[in-house]
């Protein structure tokens, strides 16, 4: 528990408050069921640890992995289903050992940065993917917003490798998947998407909590090669 509790300062609690607030609201608001709701808290408390560096992090993540596959099969999203079990499962077992194996001798994790050379070759993988990817998904005539779809797609698993290395650099990776996300849902809300707004309140969230975990990762990268 000590691991979870300690170390917040005041913006984090106050953050981590108004996130679990907004998780209460969207289940209030569509009417989803408890264990929906437990598969969206646990969501939250994944990603505003992560921004702490907290290995607890993956112990949330992994029954939020699990659980959101559950839901998506009960759904018929299959293709969610084999990305969250065939890739996300594997990748929080190995982010939770990568984070145990990897810490400082106060217990912080050693966080890391790429070289501009590493960085550059990122955004070109990331742009490549993308590309590739929009363009196999323009040729299925019931695919929304094929490019942006891919973008989405792509940058979430770069972003959870960068993760599990514990580059900083998974924190520009997010921010730039909230966007396209928020932008997404923006496109499908004017084509009259019920959820449109919720799914834009909901990222819109991450995208301020990925902000958040720059500044910190990259304080804390900068304090590790010092």
Request: net charge positive.
């Amino acid at each position: 528990m000590k691991n979870l509790t300690g170390g917040w300062n005041l913006f984090e609690i106050t953050w981590l408050v108004l996130f679990t607030s907004i998780a209460v609201g969207f289940t209030v608001i569509s009417k989803d069921s408890l264990f929906g709701f437990t598969v969206f808290i646990t969501g939250v408390l994944c990603v505003v640890l992560a921004a702490k560096g907290n290995l607890m992090s993956y112990v949330f993540g992994m029954y939020n992995t699990v659980g959101y596959a559950y839901l998506a099969y009960i759904n018929g999203l299959f293709g969610e289903v084999m990305l969250n079990l065939l890739f996300f499962v594997p990748m929080n077992i190995i982010g939770f050992y990568m984070w145990k194996s990897n810490r400082q001798e106060d217990g912080k994790l050693a966080m890391r940065q790429m070289n501009k050379m590493g960085l550059l070759q990122l955004v070109v993988a990331c742009v490549i993917g993308c590309v590739m990817l929009g363009f196999g998904l323009s040729f299925i005539p019931a695919q929304n917003s094929p490019y942006i779809d891919a973008a989405t797609t792509v940058l979430s698993v770069v972003a959870t490798f960068l993760m599990v290395r514990r580059f900083k650099e998974q924190w520009l990776v997010y921010i730039v998947l909230n966007l396209f996300t928020v932008l997404l849902w923006a496109i499908r809300m004017l084509e009259g998407s019920g959820e449109g707004l919720l799914m834009i309140v909901m990222w819109g969230a991450y995208l301020i909590n990925a902000i958040y975990g720059y500044y910190v990762w990259n304080k804390g990268a900068k304090e590790a090669e010092g």
